[in-house]
């Protein structure tokens, strides 16, 4: 498993355990994919194929295991949440405020009822899972307004000026990320809870950026000055 890439075929206990830069990886070929489709074949035959692309690769890939190297596969079944992305950030203002806030309130109400892991193309009752993971993606984009417009208040500007600054120092959590993937930490520590973990990671990336900041090496290396 060279590099967190692992290729051929293989268990999927070991693809898990692959390092968090797959998903720069994944980003890349994504991206890349799309718009090669984009420019040949046209916007239309491009929104066409790429769902149906992410579908059947993610159906041959729990068929038969079958990889290819540096997160080629992950990347073409994030080929329709591309798209989606694409399509809501053209359109949202377009779309009923209404609908798009009964899309993210589904979103919160069934995202634990299926379990999604992109990195071993994992969908938990197929359909159900994408539909959920597709609300997932107008669910950011909901929250990410929301957060714009608390800009203008005073009390709550500091959320969305803590997520720039955390963003901003984005691979120092890319490396505490990998770090902590490949060490049982809270398992050690005894907490199995899915959103105590994600409070006790968010405090351990904003403690360790802030160190990072503080240090003159760290913050020249990771460009925090």
Sequence with gaps: MGGGFPTGFHEKSLRA???????????FWCRILFNASYIKLG???????????????????NKWLIDLPFALVVGLSALIYYEAGLLIKQYGKRVNRKLLLAVFAFW????????????????????????????????????????????????????????TWLGSGSMVVLCVHTVERCYPVWQVVGISDRWIIFLCRMVLYTLTLYLFGRIRITSRIFGLE
Aim: charged share 10%.
């Design 17 to 27: 355990n692959s390092y968090p830069i797959w998903f720069l990886c994944a980003l």
């Design 43 to 61: 916007r239309r035959a491009t929104l066409i194929i790429a769902p149906i692309i992410s579908v059947l690769v993610i159906w041959l890939y």
């Design 108 to 163: 919160l109400m069934t995202f634990r009822f299926v379990k999604i892991d992109m990195v071993v193309c994992e969908y938990s009752n197929f359909f159900f899972a994408f539909l959920v993971s597709l609300c997932g993606t107008v669910g950011i984009y909901v929250l990410s307004k929301g957060l714009t417009q608390l800009k203008s208040i005073k009390l709550f500007s500091v959320v969305p000026e803590y997520l």
